[in-house]
């Protein structure tokens, strides 16, 4: 796994009632804002590869298909100071195009412009793996970055 690339790019959230996720081109992290004090034996989550189910205290949080299909073995929860619990999904498809337009297909869906901003992110992030040597923290993307901007791998070096 490389170094999260939000860390230097700041994240792209997408606001839900519970919390927000988010994506980078390799994860999709979930964070859920749970009642203080909420201990791990109170919270259930199932996670296969193209859904997800959380309850914390006998309440469905959410549940239903993923909008792209994960690696189930590599997801993982924390609850962190018995309030927030933190989800990380591994993308199966790894591409700057594969930008999931929703967290459960059909539900938790980014607005167009939070949408526009994730593909911005990824694409900036594939750039930025493809040149390891180039500093890309202030940098931004226009023009054609739908579906992970342009294919420059034919360009002789």
Not at 36 to 52: F, L, V, Y
Request: charged share 25%; with cysteine; proline share 4%.
């Amino acid at each position: 796994m490389s170094v999260h690339f939000e860390e230097r790019s700041g994240v792209i959230p997408c606001q839900t009632a519970w919390g927000s996720w988010s994506q980078s081109m390799e994860e999709v992290f979930i964070e859920v804002h749970v009642p203080p004090g909420t201990s791990a034996k109170e919270i259930k989550c199932n996670i296969s590869s193209r859904q997800i189910e959380l309850c914390v205290k006998h309440q469905q949080i959410f549940k239903g298909k993923l909008f792209g299909s994960t690696v189930s073995d590599e997801a993982t929860w924390t609850l962190e100071d018995r309030k927030l619990i933190r989800i990380v999904l591994m993308k199966s498809n790894r591409e700057a195009g594969n930008c999931w337009q929703s967290l459960l297909e059909g539900e938790f869906t980014a607005d167009p412009w939070v949408q526009d901003q994730m593909q911005r992110k990824l694409t900036l992030e594939r750039f930025q793996r493809e040149n390891p040597g180039f500093d890309f923290s202030g940098a931004e993307i226009s023009g054609n970055f739908h579906g992970g901007g342009p294919d420059f791998s034919s360009l002789q070096k």
